[in-house]
């Protein structure tokens, strides 16, 4: 199972974009890239899952270069309620599961 | 979309009791659930891997006879962490996939803690 590598933390303000890049370099090629968001003293919820190129849902975007040794979470026009801590994982269906968290990037949106 | 529930949200026991943590899908079947331990400001750390019918298996430095996981229907899965000591206490979350949706869904989480 793929090993993923994220910042420990970053900063943003309110309304701006914030981009999270996770370093996946033995993804295999069944692997899909998963990203979870946790709040304190929750369970992680999911965000949005990839496989190449770019996905886009209601709340963010996955950008996925062509070798997809990496992927790049964008949470467009942050508000102080996305402050949390973002995983991404790897991992291809049922061994999904199985995937290890990494340290996650914990973000902290300022008013 | 997919829902995990998880129960109870938090408790607290006597060191040396058992706890019981469950883990319920409440509109899908799920043949397997994980379930992680995470410790403050640290990040999920898997603990086995929950079998419906069969033995869950567990990661390595897990101590099965201590976290008794039990999956014994297509809905609901058991964590019982038995003879408690205070450093069990931590936060225990489950998860399961719905293989119609995306991505697996995490219960809410136990705050379990040991006195």
């Known amino acids: 199972l793929a090993k993923t590598t994220q910042p420990i933390s970053m900063d943003s303000y309110e309304g701006q974009e914030v981009n999270i890049t996770c370093s996946h370099n033995?993804?295999?090629?069944?692997?899909?890239i998963t990203w979870y968001q946790q709040f304190p003293s929750q369970g992680p919820r999911f965000i949005i899952q990839g496989y190449k190129t770019k996905v886009t849902n209601e709340v963010a975007s996955l950008f996925i270069p062509a070798d997809r040794k990496s992927s790049t979470l964008s949470l467009p026009r942050v508000s102080l309620s996305d402050t949390a801590v973002y995983y991404c994982?790897?991992?291809?269906?049922?061994?999904?599961?199985?995937?290890?968290f990494g340290d996650g990037t914990t973000l902290t949106v300022k008013p | 979309g997919a829902v995990v529930s998880q129960h109870p949200s938090w408790v607290i026991c006597k060191s040396g009791t058992s706890v019981k943590i469950e883990c319920r899908s409440l509109?899908?079947?799920?043949?397997?659930m994980f379930w992680y331990r995470q410790f403050p400001k640290q990040s999920l750390m898997l603990m086995a891997t929950s079998n419906e019918g069969s033995k869950a298996t567990y990661e390595q430095g897990v101590e099965k006879d201590k976290f008794l996981i039990n999956h014994a229907s297509l809905t609901l899965s058991t964590l019982t962490v038995t003879s408690a000591h205070p450093e069990d206490s931590s936060f225990y979350i489950c998860s399961a996939r719905d293989r119609s949706g995306v991505g697996y869904t995490f219960g809410s989480g136990t705050r379990l803690t040991v006195v």
């Open positions: 994982l790897v991992g291809d269906g049922d061994n999904a599961g199985k995937s290890t």
């Open positions: 509109d899908f079947q799920a043949t397997t």
């Open positions: 033995n993804i295999a090629t069944n692997d899909y």
